[in-house]
């Protein structure tokens, strides 16, 4: 097949319905992928260009479509996948992040080092990952991207990756397990790790019983308020706090230890409004949480709107359902 000339391009935007505007995207996306095998270097950098004009009018919808048909095509235009993967909408930048072969080790680590869990999901199911961005996926990632970088058998994983899934295995069966089913994983690494792992879990619920008998004693002699709730947070007493909103709250401690987590402040902002902390407090609670568990500012911000956007009448509202999911034994 011929190169495509410029001239085609051009009658294919010309003869396209310009009061469709969908369709002068597809006709150019068309026209790029029934030519992309023969096209060289310098035709895929003529249609970057046109690209590159006509996605600032193009509706979203049809972006994402674009993004799902050049996601594994091995020449698309490489300002366009870059463009799409950098997109705010997961919709969009999803199929490029987790298909394109376009997208180079450094691309996917700056994309991980700035864009949200749902961005770094896409990445981690990519094949090859490399262990540079597979340590920012696990370090910055939630739960989920930490699983699906385990899962991914052809994720290559650092030691200090490695140490890091470890750790986060300790409280989350199903991370356990698939950190157990890889096999670059040295057994004697994963029997070590085993027996931290227990002897740290003796530790903490060792820790967890003394909170537990503490603030018990403090609610029985009147002593549990909103200053104790804030002075466990500002000495770090991470237990004692721990212990204290599940008391208040009626719920048990590892569900209220599960709201700390990343991507799960929102359920922790309610908690504190039911339990009729002032956002002093709660701003107290957030920064003990955040130098535990790595959250960055835009999480600490979105917990400061939802405190201010709830009223304390939903939060307990909300809260006493999860009690009641929790008394009939339910997962919450």
């Known amino acids: 097949m011929p190169a495509v000339s410029w001239q085609e391009i ?17 006709a150019v996306a068309d026209l790029f992928l ?33 993004s799902k048909r050049m996601a594994p095509i091995e020449n698309a235009p490489l300002r366009l996948i870059k463009r799409l993967a950098n997109d705010a909408e997961i919709s969009i930048a999803g199929p490029v992040l987790s298909q394109s072969p376009r997208l180079s080790d450094d691309d996917l680590c ?17 094949k090859q990952l490399s262990a540079p961005v597979t340590d920012i996926l696990i370090n910055r990632g939630n739960i989920d991207v930490a699983r699906k970088v385990t899962t991914n058998m052809s994720a290559e994983l650092s030691a200090a990756g490695t140490k890091q899934l470890l750790n986060h295995s ?8 698939g950190i157990c089913a890889r096999t670059d994983i040295p057994t004697e690494t994963l029997t070590t790790a ?20 503490l603030v018990v004693s403090l609610k029985q002699e009147g ?11 500002a000495n770090r007493q991470y237990e004692e706090l721990i212990a204290a909103l599940a008391l ?44 535990r568990n790595t959250l960055d ?5 979105g917990a400061h709107r939802d405190f201010v956007n709830v009223s304390r009448a939903t939060a307990e509202r909300i809260v006493r359902f999860w009690c009641v999911r929790q008394s009939a034994g339910a997962t919450i």
Do not use: Y
């Open 10 to 26: 051009e009658n294919t935007i010309r003869t396209a319905d310009a009061q469709k505007r969908h369709q002068t995207l597809r």
């Open 34 to 66: 029934s030519s992309a095998p023969s096209l060289d270097d310098e035709r895929v950098n003529l249609f970057d260009d046109v690209f590159e004009v006509i996605l600032d009018e193009a509706d979203r919808s049809d972006i994402a479509e674009v």
């Open 110 to 126: 700056e994309i991980a080092s700035t864009k949200g869990d749902s961005h770094m999901l896409a990445i981690a199911g990519r």
């Open 170 to 177: 300790e409280s989350d069966e199903v991370l356990s397990a």
């Open 194 to 213: 085993v027996k931290q792992a227990s002897a740290r879990a003796e530790e903490k619920l060792r820790r967890m019983a003394a909170a537990q008998r």
């Open 223 to 233: 002593q549990l308020n909103e200053n104790k709730l804030a002075e466990f947070a």
């Open 248 to 291: 208040l709250s009626h719920l048990k401690f590892g569900f209220v230890e599960n709201l700390t987590q990343k991507g799960r402040l929102g359920g922790l902002v309610l908690l504190c409004k039911a339990t009729g902390l002032a956002w002093s407090s709660v701003d107290t609670v957030l920064a003990l949480i955040a130098s």
């Open 297 to 301: 500012e835009g999480e600490v911000r």
